[in-house]
Nanobody, 124 residues
Framework: QVHLVESGGGLVQAGGSLRLSCAAS????????MAWFRQAPGKERELVAA????????NYADSMKGRFTISRDNAKNTVYLQMNSLKPEDTAVYYC?????????????????WGQGTQVTVSS
């Protein structure tokens, strides 16, 4: 079992930046892929970014490429999401997720463990 806790959300003006963190605990000795998803009101949960254990493999949603960066510090069991040039349409609850193997996949159903989510609100 892996327990995930996100932090770093908040209110920011358009064009600003935020960095989200996700701390993992529990069975963290295995290598596992991690991802950030987001869900806006009335919309489906969508991939933001994902990476494997070594961060050699990453995957970004097209609308986030060049603005968002996923990274991880395995010594701290923490994954980060640096978000720059934020837009009002980035407003959503952001979720950290992990899956039981080190294969990067892009659909929510492929991930076994989820955090509680952190709200990001971008004002215009």
């Amino acid at each position: 079992q892996v327990h995930l806790v996100e932090s770093g959300g908040g209110l920011v003006q358009a064009g600003g930046s935020l960095r989200l963190s996700c701390a993992a605990s529990g069975r963290t000795s295995r290598h596992y892929a991690m991802a950030w998803f987001r869900q806006a009101p009335g919309k489906e949960r969508e991939l933001v970014a994902a990476c494997n254990w070594s961060s050699a493999t990453t995957n970004y949603a097209d609308s986030m490429k060049g603005r968002f960066t996923i990274s991880r510090d395995n010594a701290k069991n923490t994954v980060y999401l640096q978000m720059n040039s934020l837009k009002p349409e980035d407003t959503a609850v952001y979720y950290c997720a992990a899956r039981g193997t080190d294969v990067v996949l892009t659909t929510p159903g492929e991930y076994n463990y989820w955090g509680q989510g952190t709200q990001v609100t971008v004002s215009s």
